[in-house]
């Protein structure tokens, strides 16, 4: 029997894209075993994380891209779509990007 699919739709769309006409994104694999669970039990990559090329949450000079959407990892590895060139809106961004992953997202412009 296949594994079922199940996605988690959490409250209104927020939306990190400045210029939403502009980006290109990728997807990336988020590896479930190197997230944190809440106190929920719940896995969840808030959208506007940012993410090495392996799919763990960073914040240095490993950064690859943006997430575009939140992810729920709960139960398992799931591929995200991840900004990698576009003008992304700092103020959705869920962790200030540090001056070395400003410098490893060559591609992005935070506004």
């Given amino acids: 029997m296949s594994k079922q699919l199940i996605r988690t739709i959490f409250g209104e769309k927020k939306n990190i894209l400045a210029v ?3 980006f290109i994104s990728v997807p990336v694999k988020i590896d479930a075993t190197v997230i944190v669970a809440d ?3 719940k896995k969840i990559v808030p959208l ?11 914040n240095d000079g490993t950064a690859f891209g943006i997430t ?3 992810i729920d990892v709960t139960n398992g590895t799931e591929a995200v779509s991840v900004v990698i ?4 809106d700092g103020s959705q961004l869920p962790v200030a990007p540090s001056a070395t ?4 997202l ?5 506004l």
Avoid: P, R
């Fill in 20 to 22: 939403g006409g502009h």
């Fill in 39 to 41: 106190v929920a039990g």
């Fill in 48 to 58: 506007g994380s940012i993410v090495d090329k392996n799919g763990k949450v960073v």
């Fill in 68 to 70: 575009y959407n939140e």
């Fill in 85 to 88: 060139h576009g003008f992304v």
């Fill in 101 to 104: 992953a400003l410098t490893a």
């Fill in 106 to 110: 060559k591609q992005i412009t935070i």
